[in-house]
């Protein structure tokens, strides 16, 4: 069964940082470009960042300089690295996952929630 199971999001202050992990299970990973997305409470679900199997990534505007994705094929994992983060940056963040063949996989999310 194909899973995506996201960690590390939590409660943290104005300019601090966390890691947002994913972990990737079948045979899904390789090859696949890798995503993150996230949504705020009454706002749609918004692209941040991206990482192909090459490992060449791509980034929202917002979060550009602040960010960091990468991926470990060795564990089956996707990591964001977040640093500087605002109340903004408040939101439900998912993993997603497209695989070569098309096929699309979300996670469940994890909260992470930036106070001011």
């Known amino acids: 069964q194909v899973q995506l199971v996201e960690s590390g999001g939590g409660l943290v202050q104005a300019g601090g940082s966390l890691r947002l992990s994913c972990v990737a299970s079948?045979?899904?990973?390789?090859?696949?470009?890798m995503r993150w997305y996230r949504q705020a409470p009454g706002k749609q679900r918004e692209f941040v960042a991206s990482?192909?199997?090459?490992?060449?990534?791509g980034y929202a505007d917002s979060v550009k300089g602040r960010f960091t994705i990468s991926r470990d094929s060795a564990k089956n994992t996707v990591y964001l690295q977040m640093n500087s983060l605002k109340p903004e940056d408040t939101a439900v963040y998912y993993c997603?996952?497209?695989?070569?063949?098309?096929?699309?996989?979300w996670g469940q999310g994890t909260q992470v929630t930036v106070s001011s």
């Open positions: 997603h996952a497209q695989t070569t063949q098309g096929y699309i996989y």
């Open positions: 079948g045979s899904i990973f390789s090859g696949s470009v």
């Open positions: 990482i192909n199997s090459g490992g060449s990534a």
